[in-house]
């Protein structure tokens, strides 16, 4: 069955996390765009094809992004599934875009010597919960949670989870689904990783643009949703949007790219937690200046869009620069 797609959204008093709003969106992360020259090395990994060591920045690895580094055949392989959370059910669709666009850049296909220890797989579910639990010494039944800083690019032998996930024996997916021995004796899995992430988006007080409205959004602030998503996909920036049907039914996916006929309409290609086998289209209709996804949604009504959580492409940012960095030496 599949899980319910329906992302709730409270109303004025407690709503969903919004960190930056299609106003503020295509923040280019943390900056680090000067060039470094460290080697005359050329690095082809799963992510990036032809990066030169003689031209290291943020920029340089964005451009090298191979066209296939996103394929659809590396989404997670795992439906979007309902839970309980203070006592409301609610869906992870958040979460797991957030997650996806992590393994998208951070994950490293079809590589060698892999690691699979423990601490190892430890370091991949704290990305996966965008934080770091640790034991609070003055009450040790409890767990404090401190923001993740550190994040890293991480190898896997198969050429995608699904592909683990299929063959079974000891991969990076079964290591996640098996679980790790947490920090109060409980064991940490995939799935309640994924859950503590969208529980932490959906208590955040910071939504109430999102919330407050009903279905679509005016005609300029479509145009310019529409454009930033162009100029963010453009250069590889993978852009997490929430679209909204109405102030009770919101769902979370990530644009990977976007194609524009001799019409005008634009057809973005997402990654929907609800359909991971296979990406999604959202429409902008450039007579209407609104967005449409009826094979995400099932309406065909029009949608309000918002681009979300940019700020956490500075994370990704850091740890992809220290990662050719390392490697150019």
Not at 72 to 98: H, K, M, Y
Not at 249 to 275: E, L, P, W
Request: hydrophobic letters at 35%; glycine letters at 8%; proline letters at 2%.
């Amino acid at each position: 069955m599949r899980a319910i797609f329906i992302f709730t959204v409270f109303t004025l008093s407690v709503a969903s996390s919004l960190f930056l709003t299609a106003e503020k969106a295509y923040g280019w992360g943390f900056g680090g765009d000067s060039k470094t020259k460290i080697s005359d090395k050329i690095i082809t990994d799963s992510l990036v094809r032809n990066l030169s060591c003689n031209n290291i920045s943020t920029a340089a690895i964005y451009a090298a992004i191979r066209d296939d580094a996103f394929d659809e055949v590396r989404n997670i392989p795992t439906e979007n599934w309902a839970f309980n959370s203070g006592g409301f059910p609610i869906a992870n669709c958040w979460a797991l875009s957030s997650t996806q666009r992590m393994f998208s850049y951070l994950a490293r296909y079809n590589e060698s010597s892999v690691d699979h220890s423990e601490e190892q797989t430890r370091k991949v579910l704290n990305m996966i919960r965008r934080s770091e639990p640790s034991l609070d010494y003055d009450h040790p039944e409890k767990v404090r949670e401190f923001p993740l800083r550190n994040y890293e690019v991480f190898k896997l032998s198969e050429n995608s989870l699904g592909q683990g996930y299929f063959k079974g024996g000891q991969n990076l997916w079964t290591d996640m689904a098996n679980g790790i021995s947490g920090e109060t004796g409980k064991v940490r899995r995939f799935k309640g990783e994924v859950e503590y992430n969208q529980s932490f988006r959906f208590f955040r007080f910071g939504n109430i643009g999102m919330g407050a409205g009903s279905g679509a959004r005016d005609q300029g602030t479509n145009v310019e949703t529409a454009n930033q998503l162009m100029r963010n996909l453009s250069g590889k920036r993978l852009t997490l949007i929430n679209l909204r049907v109405d102030q009770t039914t919101q769902h979370v996916v990530m644009a990977k790219s976007f194609t524009k006929d001799a019409s005008g309409v634009i057809r973005f290609t997402v990654y929907d937690s609800n359909q991971p086998v296979r990406d999604q289209s959202v429409i902008f209709d450039p007579t209407s200046q609104q967005f449409y996804a009826p094979t995400v949604l099932g309406t065909n009504a029009a949608l309000g869009t918002f681009i979300v959580s940019e700020d956490e492409r500075g994370d990704f940012e850091r740890a992809l620069l220290k990662h050719y960095q390392a490697v150019c030496k």
